[in-house]
Nanobody
Framework: QVQLVESGGGLVQAGGSLRLSCVSSGTILFSISSIYWYRQAPGNQRDLVAARATGGSAIYADAVKGRFFISRDNAKNTVYLQMNSLKPEDTAVYYC?????????WGNGTLVTVSS
């Protein structure tokens, strides 16, 4: 059974940085997965923040372009989201997702709170 566990969220002041991690277990196919980060603010839908298909370029939501960066370490079965120049509107629960042969697997999320 594939499991994803996010970490790295917390409270940070505006202008600060955080790095989120998402560790995958239960699959030997992590290295061929497409990777994603989503976020969901209170009362809002879950929106795509960043994505990268295997061997492809990363794509980012307009709101985070130039500030957030998605990466992976296949040796550690881990996906990262580096978040810089954080703004109060980045406050949300952040979820990672991996897709393997069209099947999606989600983590339970990590809360990021940015104070002004």
């Amino acid at each position: 059974q594939v499991q994803l566990v996010e970490s790295g969220g917390g409270l940070v002041q505006a202008g600060g940085s955080l790095r989120l991690s998402c560790v995958s277990s239960g699959t030997i196919l992590f290295s061929i997965s497409s990777i994603y980060w989503y976020r969901q603010a209170p009362g809002n839908q879950r929106d795509l923040v960043a994505a990268r298909a295997t061997g492809g370029s990363a794509i980012y939501a307009d709101a985070v372009k130039g500030r957030f960066f998605i990466s992976r370490d296949n040796a550690k079965n881990t996906v990262y989201l580096q978040m810089n120049s954080l703004k109060p509107e980045d406050t949300a629960v952040y979820y990672c997702k991996i897709s393997i042969y069209g099947r999606d697997y989600w983590g339970n999320g990590t809360l990021v709170t940015v104070s002004s």
